[in-house]
């Protein structure tokens, strides 16, 4: 098989390391390198998160670690959610993975390069690291194929009411991306949303068995705790949509929109407005089958069964 080869850039983050869990199952995408990027946690943080989670699945590609604030603002970090680890709950296996010596910036370009087809970029933190690639290497722009950012919502915010917590903490950097030309899929709150993992989805991980099994049943568990204090049914996956779609597009509802971010504003500062006043520059995710997706993610951890370190 041909696989999509891709660059994983995010900031884990309990869904970041579900949406890597899946990309490493997923026998039509090659992870090339791993890149973290402040966000849910600072950049020392989610990097040794980052170096974890490789750890547990197994994923062998070079790491990098990624911007430390955003491209303009200040720092922004979710505690609450994620928790002072940028990744609470269970105890995960300690990193057999250095750092590598390259930025992410850096490894990116590398990758790019040397790639001798083009790139797709998985962003699922703020878009920080993409945007400063685009800045610094303007003439790598088309050796990426796409990029599939989890970001955004037509609808409405969950950081503010306006503004999801990824382009909010970065809007300069996610104004620079919807702006570049290259094809993008935005999977926003709109999707994002319906992505939900329900509490009994939790026990059918937890049954599958073994060590990574039992570790995405408690990320969720941790991950719905949260969510579950605001009125949600279940653990919204947000970033493992950002992968899922570009391995199954039928499960989702994509349309084509101009998509234009906010960087001004008392009350909008990343909002991302999405209209087709002129040409579109994305393909935006608002509609998912839910109950095919969860099947997804559960057959993706049925794959690290005979691997697991039990
Ligand atoms: C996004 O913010 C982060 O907390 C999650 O990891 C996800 O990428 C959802 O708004
Ligand atoms: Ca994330």
Request: contains cysteine; charged residues 25%; proline residues 7%.
């Amino acid at each position: 098989m041909n696989r999509r080869p891709i660059i994983l850039d995010g900031d884990p983050g309990h869904d970041d390391a579900i949406a890597w869990m899946l990309a490493k199952a997923c026998p039509e995408l090659e992870i090339l390198a791993v890149t973290s990027v402040c966000g849910n946690q600072t950049v020392e943080k989610v990097s040794y998160n980052a170096r974890r989670v490789c750890t547990l699945l197994g994923i062998d590609a070079p790491i990098a670690k990624g911007k430390r604030s955003p491209l303009v603002g200040p720092e922004m970090n979710a505690p609450s959610v994620h928790g002072e680890s940028g990744l609470d709950g269970p105890p995960l296996p300690e990193p057999v993975m250095e750092l590598d010596e390259l930025s992410s910036v850096n490894l990116m370009a590398k990758i790019l390069r040397e790639s001798d087809r083009k790139v797709t970029i998985v962003a699922t933190g703020p878009l920080t690291n993409v945007a400063a690639l685009l800045l610094s290497h303007p003439e790598l722009k088309e050796r990426i194929e796409e990029i599939s950012f989890m970001g955004g919502g037509i609808a409405y915010g969950n950081w503010t009411p306006a503004a999801e917590f990824n382009i909010l903490v970065d809007p300069e950097a996610a104004k620079i991306v919807t702006g570049s030309g290259i094809p993008l899929i935005m999977s926003g709150l709109d999707v994002t949303e319906k992505a939900l993992m329900m509490p009994e989805d939790f026990e059918r991980v937890r049954a599958v068995g073994g060590q990574v099994a039992q570790i995405v049943a408690d990320w969720l568990e941790f991950f719905y705790g949260f969510h579950k204090t605001l009125g949600y049914e279940g653990a919204p996956m947000h970033d493992p949509c950002a992968v899922a779609v570009l391995v199954h597009p039928e499960l989702f509802q994509l349309k084509e929109l101009c998509v234009e971010v906010e960087t001004q504003g008392e009350y909008c500062r990343g909002t991302t407005v999405g209209h087709d006043r002129k040409p579109a520059n994305a393909r935006v995710n608002l509609g998912v089958d839910r109950s095919a997706f969860a099947d997804l993610l559960i057959e993706a951890v049925k794959t690290y069964k005979e691997d697991s370190h039990e």
